[in-house]
């Protein structure tokens, strides 16, 4: 099965440049806001398109799509790494970008952007290798 990554892959192209545009900038300047603001946007988008995609990946794995439907999102990645599509350390961190999500839901303050910003280039990366995951581009 051919899963689509384009969106999740331009969420990433967003991202690196929100990023980007974030590290030239200057704190107090009004574009910096509006930078780190895309920065946690795209974060969001990036995690939750990942784990989307992650879920139909899976699917092959179990004998119906409805199992894997069902899965919560950190045991999407727990399954992944024991079907050998990531390593245990890889999961580790996509726990971490979760919990950064979920432990701030609702706090839009500086201290979730700035958490969020130290996660930033690990998570870049990750989302990436399981972009290529995801469509099999990462496969040998």
Same mark, same amino acid.
């Given at each position: /099965? ?17 990023? +980007? ?6 704190? @107090?300047?009004? /574009?910096?806001? #509006?930078?780190?603001?895309?920065? #946690?946007?795209?974060?969001?988008? #990036? ?35 024991? $079907? ?17 999500? +979920?432990?701030?839901? $609702?706090?839009?303050?500086? @201290? ?20 290529? #995951? ?7």
């Amino acid at each position: /099965m051919i899963i689509d990554t384009i969106f999740l892959r331009r969420c990433l192209v967003s991202l690196e440049r929100a990023q +980007n545009a974030l590290e030239r900038s200057q704190p @107090g300047d009004a /574009m910096y806001d #509006v930078y780190r603001a895309a920065c #946690v946007k795209e974060f969001e988008l #990036v995690l939750e398109q990942s784990g989307k995609l992650l879920r139909k990946r899976l699917s092959a794995y179990f004998a119906g799509n409805r199992h894997a439907d069902r899965l919560p999102f950190k045991d999407l990645f727990r399954h992944a790494a024991r $079907h050998g599509l990531i390593d245990t350390d890889t999961v580790e961190r996509w726990l971490q970008y979760r919990d950064n999500r +979920n432990d701030t839901a $609702h706090d839009y303050g500086e @201290g979730f952007a700035d958490a969020t910003l130290t996660l930033l280039p690990a998570f870049i990366a990750d989302a990436l290798d399981l972009a290529d #995951v995801i469509d099999g581009s990462g496969d040998d």
